[in-house]
């Protein structure tokens, strides 16, 4: 079976469409790339809810516990996958939604043992430079 990846349009849409207040969830993974711009696709949405969130998605889905890395992961939908993480300090704005700090992301990458983890370093490592020579933070 073929899985339908998602473009940044398709990813905002569906973040838009989370029963749950945005402020209670920050987008996570390759969906905060797509979003960035550095990746082109997704195959989901991988979310960090606060606990006031999670009892959000508990009032409007069927949730489903999974183990998986970091701790217990929900199944909110076929796209839709959350973990119970504040992320409070680790979160950035962009295009209405909190993303997954950049750097913490990275220093995730690094400690990964997965080839698609690794394969994504040099990716990032690139996006953060050109911040850095854009003089993004610096104001």
């Not at 969830?25 to 711009?37: D, E, K, M, P």
């Not at 550095?38 to 999974?66: M, P, S």
């Not at 076929?78 to 220093?107: A, H, P, S, T």
């Not at 400690?111 to 430079?129: F, G, H, M, N, T």
């Amino acid at each position: 079976m073929e899985e339908k990846r998602m473009n940044k349009e398709e990813l905002l849409k569906l973040a838009k469409s989370i029963k749950i207040d945005s402020n209670e969830f920050t987008i996570l993974s390759s969906g905060a790339l797509v979003l960035r711009g550095i990746f082109d696709n997704a195959g989901d949405l991988d979310i960090a809810v606060t606990e006031k969130g999670l009892q959000e998605l508990r009032e409007h889905y069927d949730l489903t516990e999974k183990n998986g890395m970091g701790g217990i992961w929900y199944v909110v939908s076929d796209k839709v996958e959350c973990v119970l993480d504040d992320m409070n300090g680790k979160r950035e704005l962009l295009d209405g939604f909190y993303l997954q700090d950049i750097n913490d992301y990275l220093n995730y990458l690094k400690s990964s043992d997965r080839d698609k983890d690794k394969a994504r370093i040099p990716l990032v490592e690139q996006y953060i430079e050109n911040r850095k020579k854009q003089g993004k933070g610096s104001m």
